[in-house]
Structure formats: structure tokens, C-alpha cells
DNA sequence: GCAAAAGTGTTATAGATACACCCATGG
DNA sequence: CCATGGGTGTATCTATAACACTTTTGC
């Protein structure tokens, strides 16, 4: 077999909130120090989502990760002239609270400021922001942000810090809890000068899409037709 | 460089509305004569998006490939012992009208009628399918579906293939004309013993995201506050 | 004129947004 | 008893689903 072969790797973008949205990134010692995303190489035999908790846990010390997904992969010229590469991009969502402890060359960035760094990790920085954006309006991905348990004011501040504006802590447990999302602990958090707080759950700690997402949604009445009507099924 | 390497391939799930949302399947010759996506190996230093055209040009004759984005990627052992693959699929979108001239060993398979097909081809096809059937809610996906020109009822009948059930042409033409998607021609087409239909065209060729999909979206008030506005700026 | 298909306009309804008001606690 | 933050209820608003009605053609 003389086919060519590559070298796989696995890169993330880390997210967190904490008062501000950030992402987790990783100065290069040996090239030019700048930045660039979390990740190495895969092991034969190796799936690429271990791969990648490997990395994350071997090369900065997150073990935290609540959500893992794919974003894209791409083609990219090697280090070495012969060495070619498949790489394959992660969002990566860490819980509120949780400080890994990271190595010295590992910090923390301000999405909307990101200091330099490589054309291709910027822009995935930018696809995963809008991916999470996405996701907090039709599943439970904000399970993956905050800790086991949680006010309303602190959920709706990890909503306001990921889509950028405020967001009103009453219609969030609303549409939340009618979705069976969260669900109230009975517990309450201490006072800090007013009324104590009632702390809240995610009822499943995985990615759930509670909501559609289809066009034109399927009419209420004539519903009891085939699985799957076709055009030609309506008419004749 | 002792590293272990893989060898990249793609393949794509490619679906086209004919009657019935149909998807393309090749049956191998040297296996258990079962069917699988088409798709193939990735050449040193091409781009992934190239390779996949090249082998819908080369093994099944397509060439009119109007929309291909990206799905799951994953790691698979090969057909060799020592073969190690990373496999990276795709969606591909066939405009309804082109008829590629197929091999003898490759068919449209209706979906929800699948043949005996690879397991983890048919998660494929279902995660294709799904990902369509979002993209039609908040963009301009079913450009890629049809002709270049087309009647209200036909592109409702395309999106009753995918959807799997009724959509009010009427409905559709408000909300896909108001936010600019498509737009009259002028032309009308021939009557079939009724009154003619305008015929109407997608105004871009290229997929355009044209609803937020954000949840609790930015208030209409206190819009102009900086660009990432975060929690602690809400308060204080 | 009649049937058939396309297009127009309007009403009803569901869902979310905005906000006023009440509750519970600390000082 | 006052300030502060949390929680409840409700009016408003908006987008769309549903459908009656009109228009335009072929026969």
C-alpha cells in the first residue's frame, strides 16, 4: 500500500464563563509565542473525542468537560515538510467554578479579545461562540456551563455573557422549566441582602434538544397520516 | 518521526426531493454485496471539500453538487490489519431535475426505505437528514433542492419531502420572500389546466443563515450598548 | 360556464417579551 | 422599617398557522 497516510490530531475550543465568556489558550515556547488552541495528536486505534479528553487533561489540566462536540475538520500542511495533517476542531464546555489548575503557559482569554493568534484558531474561536449561541435556544446546553446547582440570576448571567445582552432571569425559568430542563432543589442559597434565592438543577446532564427546530412545524390537525407523507401522498 | 499514521477518507450522504427525499447508495462488489455512501480516499495535501467532489465526479458521475457541508467525523478501523482510517462525511445537496448519468452499481434509495446498509451509514443518513430538516427553518437551504427556476407549489412539495408533512405554499412564500430568499421572475409557467404560476428563483447559491436562532433574542430597548455587553456591565 | 390550480387577504392562536407588583431577608 | 434582590402574575406584542375568497387559465 503506497497511499499516502496523515497524521490525525484534535484541536478545541474551550469555553467557560466566568463574568465574561472565555476560551482557554496555549502559548507556543518553541515558534513565534503566540497562541493557539489546546491539542495534539491522536494514538492509533485512539477515537477522536478520547483523543481529545486525553489532550485536555495530559496538556491542561481540564478534566471538567461537561460537553464535548465536533466542529469542523480541515487539511493542513504539517510542521515538517512531509508530515500532513487531518485536523479535526472540538467545542469544549467547562462548568462555572470549576479552576482546573493550569500549567504556566496556559491562560484564560476574553472571547472579543483574543490576543494573537492563527487565522484558522480564530475563526474556529468565532464557529464555536455561535454554535454555543445556537444551542442555548433550543436544548439544555447551558448544563454544561454552570455548576450542579444554581440560581436563576446566575443562569441568566451565563446566557447575558454568551449572547452579549441582558436576559430576563423570569421568562428564562419559564420556558426552561416548562421544558423540563431545570427543575427547582427545594434548597435556597444564602441571603446577600434580600431575598434568598431558590437554587436549581439541570434535570439531565447531557446535550438534550428540547425544542423542534423545524420549519413549518407539523400541522395539528390531520396529524394520524403515514410516518413519513410525502408530497405525492397529499394530492390524488 | 515514528508516529503512526491514518489514512483519511470521505464520504457523503447525498440527498436530492424526487417525489420522495431520496439518497444515493453504491454496492460494493468485493464485499457482501451490501450498500454504502459513496466516498473514498483523500489525496496528500487536498482539501477535503475537494477530495469529496472528486469522488462524486469519479465513482458516481455527479457533478452537480449545489450545497456540501460537513457532518461527523470519526476514526474506523480499515480493511487492512495495519490500515488505520479517519473518515470524515458530508452532506451533499443534488438540485431536483439533475439527472447525473449513474454506474451500474450505484441507485437512489428512498430514505425511511433503506437497504442493508453499514450501521454506522444509516446514523448518517438520519443525522443528514435531520440537520437538513433544521437548515430549512432558519436558512436558505432548499436553494440546493430545486431547479434554478420553480413554482411556489413545487418548492412546498420539496419541502413536504423532507419535512413529512403538508406546508401551505401560501405560508411559505410570506416568510421566505419577506426575509429576502427568494423572489419572483416575471415568467410564469404553462398552465396545466389551471391559472399559471409565477415562477420564482432563491436569490443567493449559497447557503445564508436568515433568522437569529438566539435564544431570548437581544431586546429591542437598550440596543446600543457596546458589542459584547456581559453580566457585570448589566449591573453596577 | 365549469373545473382546477394559483394567489390574496384576514382572522385566530400560540408563544414570548416586558413589566408591574408582591415576597422574603438583612441591617 | 427600609433597602435589596427574588418570585409571581399578567398585559402586550408578534409571528405564523389556518382558511375563506378571488383570480386566471384550459376545456
Redesign the interface.
Known amino acids: 500500500?503506497d497511499?499516502?497516510?496523515?497524521?490525525?490530531v484534535v484541536n478545541a475550543v474551550v469555553l467557560r464563563?466566568s463574568?465574561?465568556?472565555e476560551t482557554l489558550l496555549w502559548r507556543r515556547s518553541d515558534d513565534s509565542g503566540c497562541w493557539s488552541l489546546p491539542g495534539g495528536?491522536?494514538?492509533?486505534?485512539?477515537?477522536?473525542e478520547r483523543a481529545m479528553r486525553r489532550h485536555l487533561l495530559e496538556k491542561v489540566g481540564v478534566s471538567d468537560v461537561a460537553h464535548l462536540e465536533?466542529l469542523?475538520?480541515?487539511?493542513a500542511?504539517g510542521t515538517?515538510p512531509d508530515?500532513?495533517l487531518?485536523d479535526?476542531g472540538y467545542l469544549a464546555l467547562i462548568p462555572r467554578g470549576a479552576e482546573p489548575a493550569l500549567p504556566p503557559d496556559t491562560e484564560w482569554h476574553a472571547?472579543?479579545e483574543l490576543p494573537s493568534i492563527a487565522f484558522g484558531h480564530s475563526i474556529a474561536v468565532g464557529t464555536a461562540h455561535e454554535r454555543l449561541?445556537?444551542k442555548?435556544?433550543?436544548s439544555n446546553a447551558a448544563f454544561a456551563l454552570v455548576p450542579p446547582r444554581f440560581t436563576l440570576r446566575e443562569l441568566a448571567?451565563?446566557?447575558?455573557?454568551v449572547?452579549?445582552?441582558?436576559?430576563?432571569a423570569t421568562?428564562?425559568r419559564r420556558v426552561l422549566e416548562r421544558d423540563g430542563l431545570i427543575a427547582p432543589t427545594g434548597s435556597r442559597r444564602r441571603s446577600t441582602g434580600g431575598r434568598p434565592a431558590e437554587e436549581f438543577r439541570f434535570t439531565r446532564d447531557e446535550l438534550v434538544v428540547s425544542r423542534p427546530?423545524?420549519?413549518?412545524r407539523?400541522?395539528a390537525t390531520?396529524r394520524g397520516?403515514g410516518?413519513?407523507?410525502?408530497?405525492?401522498t397529499?394530492r390524488g
Chains 1, 2 share one sequence.
Open positions: 500500500m497511499r499516502k497516510l496523515a497524521a490525525p464563563v463574568d465574561r465568556l495528536f491522536v494514538r492509533e486505534g485512539e477515537s477522536l465536533q469542523d475538520s480541515h487539511t500542511a515538517h508530515l500532513w487531518v479535526v472571547v472579543g449561541r445556537g442555548l435556544s433550543y448571567d451565563v446566557y447575558e455573557a449572547l452579549g445582552y441582558a436576559v430576563d421568562n428564562l427546530l423545524a420549519a413549518f407539523a400541522p390531520a397520516r410516518s413519513a407523507p410525502s408530497a405525492s397529499r
